[in-house]
């Protein structure tokens, strides 16, 4: 059983391949912009060219662009290769890196993720020490983000703003962006077979008065 991870909702794209549950392939890139160039190549580099069973990819929040890429790309994919294709949240998969990869959130333990929004906003949301969501996502303005409820443990690019922020100065604050390698750490109840986009806030264009 192979599985093909897409993530390209932030300024990082990234893929990774795994066989059942052990990571075979990945490819993970800072890119800002171009993610339309670069997803495919990506892709086509893994081994088998990423031929996979099942896909997972990410639903957002995050860039409007970047999520779009990745659901039609992921879509196409899954015709082709008549593949199952599932998507998660993107702040589910920063809370899953955060605590694989920093150590910082042990089991049981709930953190809080806070990634770069638009128009000066970030989304922000907790999650329980099992990765399932505790609250739902909010686009917040900086000082909104500090008033809410903000736990010991804080992950993302906006991770280190938002801890200076807080008063109380005790929180701890992993800097990292979506890696398609924690893939299969998110939880089962996070995935869904609905690929609606999740953009997080109102689009910036605005269809023009009759």
Same mark, same amino acid.
């Given at each position: 059983?192979? !599985? =093909?991870?897409?993530?390209?909702?932030?300024?990082?794209?990234s893929v990774a391949l795994f066989e059942d549950d052990a990571l075979i392939d990945a490819h993970h890139e800072v890119l800002g912009r171009g993610h339309a160039e670069r997803?495919?190549? *990506?892709?086509?580099?893994?081994?088998?060219?990423?031929?996979?069973?099942?896909?997972?990819?990410?639903? %957002?929040?995050?860039?409007?662009?970047?999520?779009?890429? %990745?659901?039609?790309?992921?879509?196409?994919?899954?015709?082709?290769?008549?593949?199952?294709?599932? &998507?998660?949240?993107?702040?589910?998969?920063?809370?899953?890196?955060?605590?694989?990869?920093?150590?910082?959130?042990?089991?049981?333990?709930?953190? !809080?993720?806070? *990634?770069?929004?638009?128009? &000066?906003?970030?989304?922000?949301q907790n999650f329980n020490g099992d990765g399932t969501p505790r609250s739902e996502a909010s686009s917040l303005q900086p000082a909104e983000a500090a008033a809410s409820d903000?736990?010991?443990?804080?992950? %993302?690019?906006?991770?280190?703003?938002?801890?200076?922020?807080?008063?109380? &100065?005790?929180?701890?604050?992993?800097?990292?962006?979506?890696?398609?390698?924690?893939?299969?750490?998110?939880?089962?109840?996070? =995935?869904? !077979?609905?690929?609606?986009?999740?953009?997080?806030?109102?689009?910036?264009?605005?269809?023009?008065?009759?």
């Open positions: 059983m192979r !599985t =093909l991870a897409i993530e390209t909702a932030t300024e990082a794209c997803l495919v190549p *990506m892709i086509a580099g893994l081994q088998d060219q990423g031929h996979a069973d099942a896909i997972r990819v990410s639903l %957002g929040p995050g860039s409007f662009t970047g999520v779009r890429i %990745g659901l039609a790309v992921a879509r196409a994919l899954g015709i082709a290769w008549s593949a199952e294709v599932r &998507g998660y949240p993107t702040l589910a998969l920063v809370a899953a890196f955060a605590r694989a990869e920093a150590g910082m959130a042990n089991p049981g333990k709930p953190l !809080t993720v806070c *990634m770069n929004g638009g128009h &000066g906003q970030w989304f922000v903000i736990l010991a443990d804080i992950a %993302g690019n906006r991770a280190a703003d938002l801890a200076a922020l807080l008063s109380d &100065g005790t929180a701890a604050a992993f800097d990292c962006l979506p890696d398609a390698r924690q893939a299969l750490a998110l939880p089962e109840s996070v =995935l869904t !077979t609905d690929l609606s986009p999740k953009y997080g806030r109102a689009p910036d264009a605005k269809a023009p008065a009759r």
